[in-house]
């Protein structure tokens, strides 16, 4: 597998491990981490050689309140990180955007999968998507990261998030996006409380309805802290326990910040599994 090709998500064992990088000086769990080329390659080169199976760049953080960021400002974090890992390493890139323009480079730059956390409803995003021949993972968000935590009244949160991921697939094949290049995000965390968080989990077979791998990012998330009272640099086990639950229910990759951790738990759980 090279870099700026996608494999077939669907595959038999386990989930894909997609690694969190993130060019950004205020995500929520790594910000200012990896704000240089150089540190975001070796950090990406760690995540690969503790058993990650792809890098997912991002320059723009969607943490609860997070600031929006300016186009040229995400550009210049993440399309010289996107060049500099398609140059070094031999694995599949992916770029977490929803800017159009940030898109087309990023993947002009070597990724083959654009991770929209806004399900490509921003002007321009779903042409851009179209055009870039890139894989897309559309996400359940309402609101946006300033506001989404006030948006959370649902009746059924499972179906309500399979209904708007279902509209935006058939949205997005209309529009030419051919559905062997889409996976859905089911936005753990975005305008979710504690309990519809792990609603979703716990029902996550549900989605399988929709005929597309599921992308799963709990990761350190706030759901693992109430779940376990650890802060965020205290829950890799709680994170890897609600990957490893993910992939029993049907998740195609899962991303995360604790590579090593998580390919543990899979590689116990894949020993269990009939052959």
């Not at 309140?65 to 400002?73: I, K, L, N």
């Not at 968080?197 to 990012?217: H, K, T, Y």
């Not at 802290?225 to 802060?231: H, K």
Request: hydrophobic share 45%.
């Amino acid at each position: 597998m090279t870099a700026g090709r996608c494999p077939e998500w669907r595959r038999a064992g386990r989930p894909w491990v997609m690694g969190i990088l993130n060019a950004t000086p205020d995500s929520f769990s790594d910000g200012g981490r990896f704000n240089s080329v150089e540190r975001a390659v070796d950090a990406a080169a760690a995540m690969l050689d503790a058993g990650a199976d792809l890098i997912d760049v991002g320059g723009e953080s969607t943490r609860p309140g997070a600031t929006p960021v300016s186009q040229q400002e995400e550009l210049d974090r993440v399309v010289p990180v996107i060049e500099a890992l398609a140059e070094r390493f031999d694995c599949p890139l992916s770029v977490d955007t929803s800017a159009p323009a940030v898109m087309s480079q990023a993947v002009d730059a070597g990724a083959c999968l654009i991770n929209d956390v806004r399900a490509l409803t921003r002007p321009g995003a779903v042409e851009a998507a179209v055009a870039s021949g890139a894989s897309v993972c559309v996400m359940h968000m309402r609101g946006e990261p300033g506001d989404m935590a006030e948006r959370t009244g649902y009746q059924d949160v499972v179906a309500e998030v399979i209904d708007f991921l279902a509209e935006r697939l058939r949205s997005l094949e209309a529009a030419g996006l051919p559905l062997d290049r889409t996976l859905v995000d089911p936005g753990f965390g975005f305008a979710k409380t504690f309990e519809q968080n792990f609603a979703l989990l716990r029902r996550l077979e549900e989605f399988s309805c929709l005929d597309a791998p599921v992308l799963v990012g709990m990761s350190r998330k706030r759901m693992i802290g109430e779940a376990t009272g650890q802060p965020v640099d205290r829950r890799a086990t709680g994170s890897a326990a609600a990957a490893l639950l993910a992939a029993e229910r049907g998740a195609a990759v899962l991303r995360v910040h604790d590579v090593e951790a998580t390919r543990d738990a899979l590689a116990v759980w894949s020993a269990t599994c009939p052959a």
